[in-house]
């Protein structure tokens, strides 16, 4: 089967550069390859009653599928070159803001009309935190929330699906470079393409490794965050959330000098596990609907740790930190942050009799067997800094759910357009190493098309007859 444009994953980043490249070249025959089930077949089976922890279905219901890892996350599309990938170091930090802002645009259009643009601008809350040491990144956050996110996706793909070709279920395994373009190779099938575009996000992050290097396109990996994920009564982060939604407060410890950061902040939402290739790690959410709030916030606390050589595989120290959680909790681990500080493990009746009901059914034990002291003593650094901007973060029954990780993945080794030194193969979103966000990966996937078909560009690629 031949195409124009073969695009390799169905979330965030596919989806937009197949947005876009038919919306400037309506001809032009794309094939999406995506290893997971369409939207409405995304299922995870783990109800909390029959199946409590994740039984490794052979393609995740919550990482792959259309829509990608975004699919049923908490939809929070932050407009920002701060936090949430590099992009800006390719496209210039003017444009990537711009291409953000395009993407805003077609959520609003697809679904997201009535939901709210939050800004850190003009806050008093940037002064607060500079007073206690913390630092708040500027940025604007569209909160479209799990279920918004949904609908726009439902949109988006009702609008792609007689335009472009969508392959569910089908995992690529090989990409091949042929005289005039590329061929993939799923198990059963093999399809051609004249340009190539590999969006297959973190899930992706391992095949990208072999596929880079079968294709002789360099690589980088040296950083890993590592932290868990704390959850507290709505009320302690309020004044935050309420003006902000997401605050994104950067601080650095007195003891190592390192960045802790808060990441991915779920006002009144919930605390979920993930299975990446196997390892399971926490992450959060929330709803836009009020009648699905909880009565708690969630946030990660992140320790960046960078390597320098001859360490190059900063995932692998990440996945062993999940796995020994994972080997001592079988999961997910929560602990209570005053148990923490008293050095001793939570059990089952001190969450129980913990002020703070959990949203996540996870292991009670002791997270300081786990998380390297480095980023443990960070962590705890941090919260007692954050206490002072949010009082009632240390309290004793603030629970930390550990680990979290946050995988980087390769640095592809692209140019300003995303491509790599295999004329016409572009690598965008997450699995490029150039993002780390819905609104990057986004982004990158409306860059790329518009090199390929924009009026603008010298590339504008002939579509086939
Ligand atoms: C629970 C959760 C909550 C999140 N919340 C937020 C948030 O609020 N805001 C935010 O900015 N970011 C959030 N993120 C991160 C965000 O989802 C990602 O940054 C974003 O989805 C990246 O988009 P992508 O297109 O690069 O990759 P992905 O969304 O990961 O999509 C890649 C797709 O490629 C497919 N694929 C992989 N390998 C292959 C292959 N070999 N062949 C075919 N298909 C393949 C996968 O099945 C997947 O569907 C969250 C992530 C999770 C897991």
């Given at each position: 089967?031949?195409?124009?444009?073969?695009?390799?994953?169905?979330?965030?980043?596919?989806?937009?550069?197949?947005?876009?490249?038919?919306?400037?070249?309506?001809?032009?025959?794309?094939?999406?390859?995506?290893?997971?089930?369409?939207?409405?077949?995304?299922?995870?089976?783990?109800?909390?009653?029959?199946?409590?922890?994740?039984?490794?279905?052979?393609?995740?219901?919550?990482?792959?599928?259309?829509?990608?890892?975004?699919?049923?996350?908490?939809?929070?599309?932050?407009?920002?070159?701060?936090?949430?990938?590099?992009?800006?170091?390719?496209?210039?930090?003017?444009?990537?803001?711009?291409?953000?802002?395009?993407?805003?645009?077609i959520n609003v259009k697809y679904g997201?009309?009535?939901?709210?643009?939050?800004?850190?601008?003009?806050?008093?809350?940037?002064?607060?935190?500079?007073?206690?040491?913390?630092?708040?990144?500027?940025?604007?956050?569209?909160?479209?929330?799990?279920?918004?996110?949904?609908?726009?996706?439902?949109?988006?793909?009702?609008?792609?699906?007689?335009?472009?070709?969508?392959?569910?279920?089908?995992?690529?395994?090989?990409?091949?470079?042929?005289?005039?373009?590329?061929?993939?190779?799923?198990?059963?099938?093999?399809?051609?393409?004249?340009?190539?575009?590999?969006?297959?996000?973190?899930?992706?992050?391992?095949?990208?490794?072999?596929?880079?290097?079968?294709?002789?396109?360099?690589?980088?990996?040296?950083?890993?965050?590592?932290?868990?994920?704390?959850?507290?009564?709505?009320?302690?982060?309020?004044?935050?959330?309420?003006?902000?939604?997401?605050?994104?407060?950067?601080?650095?410890?007195?003891?190592?000098?390192?960045?802790?950061?808060?990441?991915?902040?779920?006002?009144?939402?919930?605390?979920?596990?993930?299975?990446?290739?196997?390892?399971?790690?926490?992450?959060?959410?929330?709803?836009?609907?009020?009648?699905?709030?909880?009565e708690n916030t969630n946030f990660a606390?992140?320790?960046?740790?960078?390597?320098?050589?001859?360490?190059?595989?900063?995932?692998?120290?990440?996945?062993?930190?999940?796995?020994?959680?994972?080997?001592?909790?079988?999961?997910?681990?929560?602990?209570?942050?005053?148990?923490?500080?008293?050095?001793?493990?939570?059990?089952?009746?001190?969450?129980?009799?913990?002020?703070?009901?959990?949203?996540?059914?996870?292991?009670?034990?002791?997270?300081?067997?786990?998380?390297?002291?480095?980023?443990?003593?960070?962590?705890?650094?941090?919260?007692?800094?954050?206490?002072?901007?949010?009082?009632?973060?240390?309290?004793?029954?603030?629970?930390?759910?550990?680990?979290?990780?946050?995988?980087?993945?390769?640095?592809?080794?692209?140019?300003?357009?995303?491509?790599?030194?295999?004329?016409?193969?572009?690598?965008?979103?997450?699995?490029?190493?150039?993002?780390?966000?819905?609104?990057?990966?986004?982004?990158?996937?409306?860059?790329?098309?518009?090199?390929?078909?924009?009026?603008?560009?010298?590339?504008?690629?002939?579509?086939?007859?």
């Amino acid at each position: 089967m031949n195409y124009d444009v073969l695009i390799i994953g169905a979330g965030p980043g596919g989806i937009f550069s197949a947005y876009e490249a038919v919306k400037l070249n309506p001809g032009v025959k794309i094939g999406v390859f995506e290893a997971g089930n369409p939207l409405e077949k995304r299922k995870c089976p783990i109800d909390g009653k029959n199946i409590k922890s994740c039984v490794n279905c052979p393609t995740c219901g919550i990482m792959n599928g259309f829509g990608g890892a975004g699919a049923f996350s908490d939809g929070k599309y932050n407009i920002t070159n701060q936090f949430g990938g590099t992009l800006y170091e390719y496209v210039g930090k003017q444009e990537a803001i711009e291409l953000m802002q395009y993407v805003d645009t077609i959520n609003v259009k697809y679904g997201g009309q009535d939901t709210k643009l939050y800004s850190t601008e003009n806050t008093h809350l940037k002064k607060l935190c500079l007073q206690n040491d913390l630092h708040l990144l500027d940025a604007s956050v569209r909160h479209l929330g799990t279920d918004i996110n949904y609908i726009v996706l439902q949109n988006l793909y009702n609008e792609l699906k007689d335009k472009v070709d969508f392959h569910f279920l089908t995992r690529i395994e090989r990409v091949e470079k042929t005289e005039d373009g590329f061929r993939i190779h799923s198990q059963k099938e093999s399809f051609n393409g004249r340009t190539c575009i590999i969006s297959t996000g973190r899930s992706g992050s391992k095949w990208m490794g072999d596929i880079c290097r079968s294709l002789h396109i360099q690589t980088r990996s040296n950083r890993v965050d590592i932290g868990v994920r704390v959850e507290l009564p709505a009320e302690v982060f309020s004044h935050l959330t309420d003006e902000l939604y997401e605050s994104k407060i950067v601080y650095r410890t007195e003891k190592f000098q390192d960045l802790v950061r808060t990441f991915c902040m779920n006002p009144r939402g919930v605390v979920v596990s993930e299975n990446t290739n196997g390892i399971v790690t926490v992450n959060g959410h929330s709803y836009e609907d009020p009648s699905r709030y909880s009565e708690n916030t969630n946030f990660a606390l992140l320790v960046s740790n960078h390597f320098s050589e001859p360490f190059n595989d900063s995932n692998a120290y990440g996945e062993s930190i999940a796995r020994l959680s994972n080997m001592l909790g079988g999961g997910v681990i929560v602990q209570r942050f005053g148990d923490l500080i008293r050095g001793q493990r939570s059990t089952q009746s001190r969450i129980e009799d913990s002020f703070v009901e959990p949203t996540l059914s996870a292991t009670p034990g002791d997270l300081s067997l786990v998380i390297p002291k480095r980023q443990l003593d960070g962590i705890i650094e941090m919260i007692y800094a954050l206490d002072k901007v949010a009082p009632g973060t240390a309290n004793d029954s603030t629970l930390l759910y550990g680990v979290e990780v946050k995988f980087y993945n390769l640095d592809v080794e692209v140019d300003e357009h995303l491509e790599t030194s295999q004329k016409g193969l572009f690598v965008i979103g997450d699995c490029s190493g150039v993002t780390h966000s819905l609104s990057h990966a986004s982004a990158s996937g409306v860059h790329v098309a518009r090199y390929l078909f924009g009026k603008e560009t010298k590339q504008t690629m002939k579509i086939t007859q």
